[in-house]
């Protein structure tokens, strides 16, 4: 996983906004980078940068809305905070129901910016870490047999090994044998930390 400084990217054409914006970030510690466009973010930002991007709903060209959907295709995952004027509040509706972690109104209060934005690098943080750990789970997956895979699934649902057994029309020496050399390769001690597992992949996935 990445351990590069965590940034908050602020998108906004007004520079004026920028220049505030930039100010109370770095007063509060936290590290920042402003961009005139949607274009410059795209070409500054990367999916290996931790952080979270602080979108203007309305920009000349690419707005914030389109903003938003372009990073979710280039998988710029960073939680999206969406800076809204009086008239745009339906438009940042929106964008929260798109993903974005939060959207604030102008005036906005500067140490709410700052908590959100903190809440924001939490976040994004916790969801890599996350990443890390089911890549490692699908790597140790692909040690696994057909049959140890079945067994792994049925394992992490809570069956007893007779029912598993009866399920996959094996002995249940079998699947004693299967379970072991499951549990080995998952590196897991026991089936809730096999079920933890799948909950993670489940996740994941979603």
Not at 70 to 79: F, H, I, Q
Request: aromatic content about 2%; charged content about 30%; overall charge negative.
């Amino acid at each position: 996983m990445t351990t590069e400084t965590p940034v908050a990217f602020v998108v906004d054409d007004d520079e004026a906004v920028r220049d505030a914006l930039a100010l109370h970030l770095d007063l509060a510690g936290l590290s920042v980078r402003c961009c005139a466009s949607a274009a410059e973010f795209l070409e500054t930002a990367s999916p290996d940068q931790p952080g979270c991007a602080i979108l203007d709903i309305r920009m000349p060209g690419m707005d914030g809305l389109d903003l938003q959907q372009e990073m979710a295709r280039r998988g710029l995952t960073m939680p999206v905070i969406i800076i809204t004027g009086h008239g745009d509040v339906n438009a940042a509706v929106r964008a929260f129901r798109a993903g974005a972690v939060d959207f604030l109104q102008k005036p906005f209060d500067e140490d709410l910016l700052i908590e959100r934005v903190q809440e924001a690098f939490e976040r994004d943080l916790a969801s890599r870490r996350a990443d890390v750990e089911a890549g490692e789970i699908r790597r140790r997956l692909a040690l696994l047999s057909p049959r140890e895979l079945e067994v792994m699934e049925l394992v992490a649902e809570g069956l007893p090994n007779k029912t598993i057994a009866q399920r996959l029309s094996i002995g249940i020496r079998t699947v004693e044998t299967h379970r072991a050399r499951v549990l080995e390769k998952m590196e897991a001690r026991n089936a809730p930390e096999l079920a933890r597992m799948q909950m993670r992949l489940d996740e994941r996935r979603e």
